[in-house]
């Protein structure tokens, strides 16, 4: 139906509830980026936080390929990037500003949000600070020339745009997490 916004995904025949929160789709994707987590715990924390009753699962493989469409916004045109140029756990701060510009409210605030309304918002985020640092990562990824004012950018903000590794986020969380016992 046109319009409507999918809370269930059909696997093996039978329709099955989704948590359609773009918190938990959130939560999935920072899994999925996850370096540490094997291919198997990956899909295990897919099948689980997404649907309300992984239990009544009866193909995993097909309810995987289901989860990754509603992922990724069903069958919403995609952009083809070779390269990861955002992370959604990194970026957070620079995210949900652009998307509170584009909703027109702060989203964090609302009790409940499907995600592909979220993916709505994102891509409809203008000019600013998310829109720069995508831009010239993506010109990296593809090994394209950076202008005079984006090289200087990238200079200034290193750390925003250059995406940690495994070892720099385990080495950043290690630090916080010793602070937070001292302190």
Same mark, same amino acid.
Request: glycine share 8%; with cysteine; aromatic share 8%.
């Given at each position: ?25 959130? #939560? ?9 987590? #094997? ?21 995993? &493989? ?26 959604? $756990? ?26 592909? #309304? ?36 990238? &200079? ?16 950043? $969380?290690?630090? $916080? ?7």
């Amino acid at each position: 139906m046109i319009g409507q916004l999918p809370k269930t995904l059909t696997v093996g025949g039978r329709r099955l509830a989704v948590r359609s929160d773009y918190r938990v789709a959130l #939560t999935i994707l920072q899994a999925m980026n996850d370096e540490v987590l #094997t291919d198997r715990l990956k899909a295990q924390v897919c099948i689980k936080c997404l649907y309300e009753r992984p239990g009544d699962i009866t193909d995993v &493989r097909e309810a995987l390929e289901r989860a990754a469409w509603f992922l990724d916004g069903g069958d919403m045109p995609k952009r083809e990037h070779s390269a990861r140029i955002i992370d959604w $756990e990194q970026d957070e701060g620079i995210i949900f500003p652009a998307v509170n510009k584009a909703a027109g409210c702060e989203v964090r605030a609302l009790p409940y949000m499907h995600w592909w #309304t979220f993916l709505g918002y994102f891509g409809e985020v203008g000019e600013g600070l998310l829109s720069a640092v995508l831009s010239i990562r993506s010109k990296m990824a593809e090994g394209k020339p950076l202008d005079k004012h984006e090289r200087e950018f990238l &200079r200034r903000n290193r750390s925003l745009i250059v995406l940690q590794t495994a070892e720099e986020k385990a080495a950043e $969380e290690e630090t $916080e997490y010793f602070l937070k016992t001292i302190i």
